[in-house]
């Protein structure tokens, strides 16, 4: 919980600077990344941390820096949240740390490995990286709901 907090005073301390503005001069106007790179890049970032890390402790650490950053780029804070909670569940089921693998594991009958269950896994996570893929195409379909809830 310390940790927890200690992120969000962090962020908004960095968000209140202008740090995400500063970021995106960065990316964009020094480097020339277009933001759909930046995009990719973070999800590329939040896919290699969530082979290692729980998702709580990756929020934690980039939530600071990439929420300022997608904020200044133009881009929804509630579409990148959908992108976010999608390459999170990729990550769970990917080796050498994915959770879901070794919950499968512990259920699956005694004669099924561990190297079974990463080998069955591969079409599950190209199916999830196709559907992460098309949100990123098509962002109304990650915001239809909230903009049916909240009237967007």
Request: charged content about 10%.
């Amino acid at each position: 919980m310390w940790i927890i907090l200690a992120a969000l005073a962090f962020g908004a301390v960095f968000d209140g600077l202008g740090a995400g503005w500063a970021l995106k001069d960065l990316f964009v106007g020094q480097l020339g990344l277009s933001p759909w790179v930046i995009i990719i890049s973070m999800q590329l970032s939040f896919l290699l941390m969530g082979t290692f890390l729980d998702d709580t402790a990756t929020l934690a650490i980039v939530a600071p820096l990439y929420v300022p950053l997608v904020k200044a780029l133009g881009f929804d804070l509630i579409w990148y949240g959908v992108l976010y909670t999608i390459t999170c569940q990729i990550a769970y089921m990917t080796p050498p740390f994915g959770y879901n693998l070794f919950l499968v594991r512990a259920m699956a009958p005694p004669e099924i490995s561990i190297i079974d269950i990463y080998r069955s896994v591969i079409p599950f996570v190209g199916v999830m990286v196709v559907m992460l893929t098309i949100m990123m195409l098509f962002p109304e379909l990650a915001l239809w709901l909230p903009n049916q809830v909240f009237g967007k």
